[in-house]
């Protein structure tokens, strides 16, 4: 019997079949595995496999009381791992990840007043008898919070008996009501309720890959909704996945989700406690859980019954994950529709060319909404020519820009101005000698920020305070902040408009899901005149009051040379380009450029998406770029880098050849060095229909691996850095 465990390892080890119990793929066991014992999972036998001699293997040692994982859940991660090379066992170790699964629960304690009184009263004792006097049964910190007293007073109540512990099913709780798909919804527009009866016309009738496109604010979100419905009532216990690309901004959906179907869905995501996690997997495995809510990782929660995957913002770079295995959570989620013989529904108002190419192509069916809901007019969206703005030095509000801020703050309307970038200022460097301020073992940049005025690494944790002397030319008092980056902005908006409310969301500002939702709050409330925001601030949220937006600096993210620089530049504008003027009133949007004859800017500003996609397009297709060709990348990377540049070497010498291949590289990365490593990279060019894996499989084959040297394989790479 083989069982494959949560390591890094490719393949399955061999146990013994109990002879009294049948396990069957899918279940849980604990094994040996040297001296430790395992959890690991019963898996298929691989198809030509050489019988094994029993009486040699070892002995299972415990049987799991949790759910089986699914085959098609098994299905998929044998999948992953081969397309992304990944070891079979670490993509099975996502799929587990969930240390909480295996942790006997606990019973969660809350509290109730048992009615009778303190033997001495005190303010605080009474405010805890008062919340609990009307309200149901709390936990000893929740109840602490909401009488605003320690939790010292609340323990003190429970041991003299005031308060009555009542033990409750740990894994109840989490499991909120079924949504219920009947609950009047809002009602259609002609084009959204057709758009409706394209997808709801897939569901329970196999795979099928939908693409909804629409501009922000068309409605696509409550269209995909009725789809949900439909999948929700098409079997008693059908289950319905929302990949989203941050879960920290989703609290938005995760509120209109009860709107509609009166109970929150399940979510999913990397801040979720242990119990909620281990709530959730099992919700997902006995199908308790009916909609699941997460970032890309819920794509291997074990679903019972998928009958529909909705893949929100499907063009947002945010779904490759980088690290460990390394995948594109879209193209997965097509793959895990395909293997659970469900359809798929890909949403967006800027498609990534992938997946245009697939609609023009045919693979996908795209169904439009050409209009914003109720009338909304789309916002105009003007260039300012940076060239012929006399910006002052340290700033980066063009007058024009400036002026229209004014204008809009008069009118009492909510401004928002996008830079993405973190931090006070990008760079710190010498005014003295030009020296920009680095790391001696390290080539991320160092990112000036103005709290604590440190520089900071956004690639590890390093910190450290502003040198006071240059390192490089040993002048004293010369370094400074070199260029924008949001705090920064604020400062300088906070001199233009003294008084105004003004505040600036990044990934700094706002740490945690609950932060995000607060920040998200005050922006709907007006109770902030200027936002100020990165790439956080542009996901998927309706801000009724925000009529103007000012793109800071458009520029930002063309330069690099990476093959979609383009491309992403465009989703990202136009995305932050429909945050304005919902509703009723109109917006407009103010592009600061240097380059306002740039295709993108020219697309941006003439509203003419296609002709950007076809363009884009037809370069990539002229240069067998994907997705009209494929790409691997390889990422040697060591502490030691002469055995790096060897392993480089000897692989450089097994290169694959052919008319329909390419090899580049070795070359130093970008960031020839990182966390202490340094790392070198070869690119695989190949044309569409080569087997990339297989080529770089047997490549890597020929070559002995060194264990001083990592290679990292990235199938479909989109960060060359
Ligand atoms: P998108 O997802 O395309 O950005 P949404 O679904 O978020 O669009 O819709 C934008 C706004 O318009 C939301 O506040 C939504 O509730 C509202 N809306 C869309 N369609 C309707 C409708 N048919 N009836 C009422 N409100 C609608």
Known sequence: ??????????????????????????????????????????????????????????????????PRLPDSTRRFIDWVARYTMAPLGSVLRMAIATPSLFQPSRPVITYAWSGREPERQTAARARVIDVLRDGPPRGAADLAEAAAVSDGVVRGLAEQGVLEAIENDPDAGFLEPPPDPDTPGPVLSADQREAAGRLSGKIGDGFAALVLEGVTGSGKTEVYFE???????????????????????????????????????????????GRARRAAWIGAATGGARVVVGARSALFLPFRDLALIVVDEEHDPAYKQEEQVIYHARDMAVVRASLSACPIILVSATPSLETMVNCWSGKYERVMLPQRHGGASLPAIEAVDMRRQSTPRGRWISPRLEEALRANVEAGEQSLLFLNRRGYAPAAICRACGNRVQRDNCSAPLVVHRYGNRLQCHHCDFTMPMPKKCPKCGAEDTIIPYGPGVERLG???????????????????????????????????????????????????????????????????????????????????????????????????????????????????????????????????????????????????????????????????????????????????????????????????????????????????????????????????????
């Open 491 to 721: 400062e300088e908006v906070e001199a233009l408009f003294p008084g105004l409310r003004v505040a600036v969301m990044a990934s700094d500002t706002v740490r945690s899901a609950r932060e995000a939702q607060d920040f998200i709050e005050r922006i709907e409330k007006h109770q902030l005149d200027i936002v100020i925001g990165t790439q956080l601030v542009t996901k998927g949220h309706h801000f009724p009051m925000l009529t103007l937006v000012g793109i800071v600096d458009a520029d930002l993210g063309l330069s690099g040379g990476d093959l979609r620089a383009g491309e992403r530049t465009y989703q990202q504008l136009w995305q932050v380009a429909g945050r304005a003027g919902r509703a009723e009133r109109p917006g407009r949007v103010l592009v600061q450029t240097y380059m306002p004859e740039h295709p993108v800017m020219q697309a941006l500003i003439g509203g003419d998406g296609p002709a950007f996609y076809r363009n884009e397009a037809a370069e990539r297709e002229e240069a067998g770029w994907p997705p009209y060709g494929r790409l691997a990348a390889l990422i040697l990377s060591g502490v030691d880098e002469g055995e790096v540049l060897a392993h480089a070497r000897a692989l450089a010498a097994r290169a694959p050849r052919g008319p329909d291949i390419s090899v580049l590289g070795p070359a130093p990365a970008p960031y020839a060095r990182l966390r202490g490593r340094f790392r070198h990279r070869f690119l695989v060019r190949a044309k569409r229909g080569v087997d990339i894996q297989g080529l770089v499989r047997g490549w890597l084959a020929q070559v002995p691996e060194r264990r001083s040297v990592r290679t990292a394989i990235d199938i479909d790479p989109h960060s060359f850095l």
């Open 1 to 66: 019997m083989r069982v494959l465990l949560p390591l890094a390892l490719d393949l399955a080890y061999d146990y013994r079949t109990p002879p009294e119990a049948v396990l069957p793929p899918g279940q849980f066991v604990e094994v040996p595995l040297g001296t430790k014992r395992r959890i690991g999972v019963v898996w298929d036998p691989a198809p030509q496999e050489a019988a094994v001699d029993e009486a040699k293997l070892r002995n299972v040692a415990r049987v799991l009381d949790l």
């Open 227 to 273: 789809a949900i419905a439909t999948a929700l009532r098409s079997a008693s216990g059908a289950q319905v996945l929302v990949l989203v690309p941050e879960i920290a901004l989703t609290n938005q959906l995760l509120d209109r989700f009860e709107a509609r179907f009166g109970a929150r869905p399940m979510s999913w995501h990397s801040e979720l406690t």
